[in-house]
T-cell receptor, first 114, second 111 residues
Framework: GAVVSQHPSWVICKSGTSVKIECRSL??????MFWYRQFPKQSLMLMAT?????????EQGVEKDKFLINHASLTLSTLTVTSAHPEDSSFYIC??????????FGPGTRLTVT | GENVEQHPSTLSVQEGDSAVIKCTYS??????FPWYKQELGKRPQLIID?????GEKKDQRIAVTLNKTAKHFSLHITETQPEDSAVYFC??????????FGQGTELSVKP
């Protein structure tokens, strides 16, 4: 089946620093990838749609200058959380679209900002 | 707006009983409705999905029904087992293929 990986699986950083999270589709090419954020005991909230070779589309309320998304190849999208603050601590999950409507999720990255 | 409502938020059943989780969506153009099971700290796992041209789909103990007119879809789990305990999310596709998730249902199956 389609496999999506994320790196790192967990990260702790200090307030004010930036963190980059990678999302890779391992056995298929993905023109479109999605980034979600999930706070404890809450649902997955879509942050942005990442399109290979073009700018990401951000959901309402998500700061594009704070959450930088780059989709430079058909197998890799990155999310950079800039100037991270404790309230950015969350579980970040990506998904990659293998075919129409079929999204495969990465294992998630647990970010803790101290 | 882009919205998926899911009920109940928690559901406790005895082993062997059935569990039903219901969702409604807002956009009549939505045409794909997956259901995910998520265990603590892990990624969502697709358990069943249905497209808008089908009214019902079944896979062993799991079934999903869709009422396009009412914009409702439901997950049915029969003969529940303790290992079914998890958080379940419904979702619907919206413009651009993005998935909007329901709020989740924490299912607890008591042995």
């Amino acid at each position: 089946g389609a496999v999506v990986s994320q790196h790192p699986s967990w990260v702790i950083c200090k307030s004010g620093t930036s963190v980059k999270i990678e999302c890779r589709s391992l056995d298929f090419q993905a023109t479109t990838m999605f980034w979600y954020r999930q706070f404890p005991k809450q649902s997955l909230m879509l942050m942005a749609t990442s399109n290979e070779g073009s700018k990401a589309t951000y959901e309402q309320g998500v700061e594009k200058d704070k959450f930088l998304i780059n989709h430079a190849s058909l197998t890799l999208s990155t999310l950079t959380v800039t100037s991270a603050h404790p309230e950015d601590s969350s579980f970040y999950i990506c998904s990659a679209e293998a075919s129409k409507d079929e999204q495969y999720f990465g294992p998630g990255t647990r970010l803790t900002v101290t | 707006g882009e919205n998926v409502e899911q009920h109940p938020s928690t559901l406790s059943v005895q082993e062997g009983d059935s569990a039903v989780i219901k969702c409604t969506y807002s956009d009549s153009a939505s045409n794909y409705f997956p259901w995910y099971k998520q265990e603590l700290g892990k990624r969502p796992q697709l358990i069943i999905d249905i497209r808008s041209n089908v009214g019902e789909k079944k896979d062993q103990r799991i079934a999903v029904t869709l009422n396009k007119t009412a914009k409702h879809f439901s997950l049915h789990i029969t003969e529940t087992q303790p290992e079914d305990s998890a958080v379940y999310f419904c979702a619907a596709t919206y413009q651009g293929g993005k998935l909007i998730f329901g709020q989740g249902t924490e299912l607890s199956v008591k042995p």
